[in-house]
């Protein structure tokens, strides 16, 4: 399935987390943490942003100053993130339209169950009369 804005916006927003690793930096943008990165790194500070946002324009700044840096944009470790985005590398909008059908179509079937034994007896009643 294509993605379209509202996968990109999800993603972005919960499921991705975006680090500058670097050795120097001009400023720390406000909502920036810093870090250190792992010990094999050649760099020696980690800034994790908490938005796409402030992490293009930081990008941006660090491009102008010329000052080198290694991004880097990975998973979030959080419990909700394997509820949220499907197993398959596709669209998250047609993966919960489908998810909502099926509840939607089970619970239909689960409901229907009783009623049509309570039907079929008030059937009997007066099939009786």
């Known amino acids: 399935m ?5 996968d990109h916006w999800i993603r972005s927003r ?5 680090v500058i690793w670097c050795n120097s930096y ?15 790194s050649k760099y020696r500070f980690a800034i994790t942003f908490p938005n796409e946002q402030a992490y293009y324009s930081f990008t941006d700044r660090m491009m102008r100053e010329q000052i080198s840096y290694l991004p880097v944009i990975k998973r979030r470790d959080n419990f909700w993130v394997q509820w949220i985005e499907p197993a398959e590398n596709g669209s998250l909008t047609s993966f919960w339209a ?8 089970l619970s239909a079937l689960w409901l229907y169950m009783p009623l049509s034994r309570i039907l079929d007896t008030f059937r009997a009643i007066l099939l009786r009369a």
């Open 2 to 6: 294509q993605k379209n804005s509202l």
């Open 14 to 18: 919960f499921l991705f987390s975006y």
């Open 26 to 40: 001009p400023y720390l943008p406000y909502g920036a943490q810093l870090s250190q990165p792992p010990s094999d």
């Open 98 to 105: 489908w998810k909502t059908c099926q509840f939607f179509l």
